[in-house]
């Protein structure tokens, strides 16, 4: 069964930290990508990648960023927590986004105090 | 205007109703439509997956397009209390995919 993991279900951290969002995928896809998931809002795309070492803005990318050293592993970093970034966020990996679309990890709920 | 509109209800409905969830969509040029589930605490899952016009049956479930009025849509049969879960539109609009806010969805027993 094809899987994306995501490293922690949740993550409880203080406002100025910097926190790293693991992400690993076993499909061998070449795009991955990182949502936040709020009520109201629902998701909304920060940062994705086509290939390894290369990253594209999403729509909301201030306050994070990303790394892309291994085609499996995609990371997503808060530089600097704050509270505005408590959030679930999600993983997601695709062999073809336009035709096959995603498979999501099941999220990390990250409260930061 | 936003590339997907989805009304967030929340809907509850008795179990065995029909359930029909929509979206429209701002890009008469958008091909490929897809329907995620999302239960409580989890990851969206691919649901259907449907190209251009028509409909696409899987079992209690049917995805139809609309392109002449951008309009796309879930029918769910013989609704069951398991098929309580957010159910999320998406397109692919200019390639990462985009999502619609989802709708909240409770079959009570």
């Known amino acids: 069964d094809v899987k994306v993991t995501q490293s922690s279900r949740y993550l409880v951290k203080r406002t100025g930290e910097k926190v790293f969002l693991e992400c690993v995928q076993d499909?061998?896809?070449?795009?991955m990508f990182w949502y936040r998931q709020d009520p109201g809002l629902g998701l909304r795309l920060i940062y994705f990648?086509?290939?390894?070492?290369?990253?594209e803005k999403g729509d909301i990318p201030e306050g994070y960023s990303v790394s892309r050293e291994k085609k499996e592993r995609f990371s997503l970093i808060l530089e600097s927590a704050s509270t505005n970034q408590t959030s679930m966020y999600l993983c997601?990996?695709?062999?073809?986004?336009?035709?096959?679309?995603?498979?999501f990890g099941s999220g990390t709920r990250l409260t930061v105090v | 205007q936003k590339e997907v509109e989805q009304d967030p209800g929340p809907l509850s409905v008795p179990e065995g109703a029909i359930v029909s969830l929509n979206c429209t969509y701002s890009?008469?040029?958008?091909?490929?439509f897809m329907w995620y589930r999302q239960y409580s605490r989890k990851g969206p899952e691919l649901l259907m997956y449907?190209?251009?016009?028509g409909n696409k049956e899987d079992g209690r479930f049917t995805a139809q397009v609309d392109k002449s009025s951008k309009y796309i849509s879930l029918f769910i049969r013989d609704s069951q209390p398991s098929d309580s879960a957010t159910y999320l539109c998406?397109?692919?609009?200019?390639?990462?995919?985009?999502f619609g806010k989802g709708t909240r969805l409770s079959v009570i027993a």
């Open positions: 449907t190209y251009s016009s």
């Open positions: 499909m061998d896809h070449e795009n």
């Open positions: 998406a397109t692919p609009g200019n390639t990462p995919l985009v």
């Open positions: 997601a990996s695709s062999s073809d986004p336009q035709t096959n679309g995603y498979t």
């Open positions: 890009n008469s040029a958008f091909q490929y």
């Open positions: 990648s086509y290939d390894v070492k290369m990253k």
